[in-house]
């Protein structure tokens, strides 16, 4: 196939529990670079969390709706499997400060080593350096305003369930 024929596939792995705009900012910039993003839940059974994963999944699809070449996705076990299954050959994260640099190129080293399959660091926007999803739930857990850090039907959501309406 020529090189102009192949479908340039890429995959956003993460927890996104819950997605924030954050995740958003990374998401969108990767649909435009590639052909196909898809945005894959990690179930990770060891670690407990807000919302399941069906809900994770239903938040981002709203949120993801308008981008035509995004779609969702979970999986259990190593995402280089999953690459390999969906003929993915490019895993994208946000980099948003040195401090998740060690990690996440250890990280990439290992995918790479594992199965040939490259990562491409984005910086994150600036405005969201000191996003994280967890300081999100611990946030909007004790009342505090986290509308500007994560799209409306999260913020929505996160008032439901840590009001427990
Ligand atoms: O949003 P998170 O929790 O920071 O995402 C971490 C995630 C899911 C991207 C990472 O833990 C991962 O890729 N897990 C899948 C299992 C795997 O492949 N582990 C080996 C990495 S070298």
Known sequence: MSPENVIRRAVCPGSFDP??????????????????????VFVNQAKSSLFSVDERRELLEEVTAQYGNVRI?????????YCKAHGIAVIVKGLRAVSDFDYELQMAQMNR??????????????????????????????GGDVSSLVPPNVLKRLIDRTTGA
């Open 113 to 142: 080593g594992l199965a040939g399959v490259d990562t491409l660091f984005m910086p994150t926007n600036p405005e969201y350096s000191f996003l994280a999803s967890s300081l999100v739930k611990e946030i909007a857990k004790w």
């Open 19 to 40: 997605v924030t705009n954050g995740h958003l900012d990374i998401i969108g910039r990767a649909a435009q670079l590639y052909d196909e993003v898809t945005v894959a």
């Open 73 to 81: 996705d979970s999986f259990e076990g190593l995402v280089v499997d």
